[in-house]
């Protein structure tokens, strides 16, 4: 089993930059893939980013160039840097593991509004 906790979701600026973090109750290099998610009201939930245990990763194209998936090792933690944050932004986002299953955190509320 994975426990997945994510945090660092706010209120943000147009423009403005927010760093998501997801925090796994094991090592995320055990972790074959980890990613996130988000999903906007009325909407169906989406990729964002995701990192595989060997380092590659994949961008929505909505956000290619705006955003950066990374992990430490030391801290068991998978970060989301998001920069030139749009209104269009605005979501819950959250983290999953892939290790045998499927495993999803509680989300995380990003809003960006002036």
């Known amino acids: 089993q994975v426990q997945l906790v994510e945090s660092g979701g706010g209120l943000v600026q147009p423009g403005g930059s927010l760093r998501l973090s997801c925090a796994a109750s094991?090592?995320?290099?055990?972790?074959?893939?980890m990613g996130w998610y988000r999903q906007a009201p009325g909407k169906l939930r989406e990729l964002v980013a995701r990192i595989s245990s060997g380092g590659i990763t994949t961008y929505a194209d909505s956000v290619k160039g705006r955003v950066t998936i990374s992990r430490d090792g030391v801290r068991n933690t998978m970060y989301l840097q998001m920069n030139s944050l749009k209104p269009e932004d605005t979501a819950v986002y959250y983290c999953n593991a892939l290790y045998g299953d499927l495993y999803w955190g509680q989300g995380t509320q990003v809003t960006v509004s002036s």
């Open positions: 094991r090592s995320i290099f055990s972790i074959s893939m």
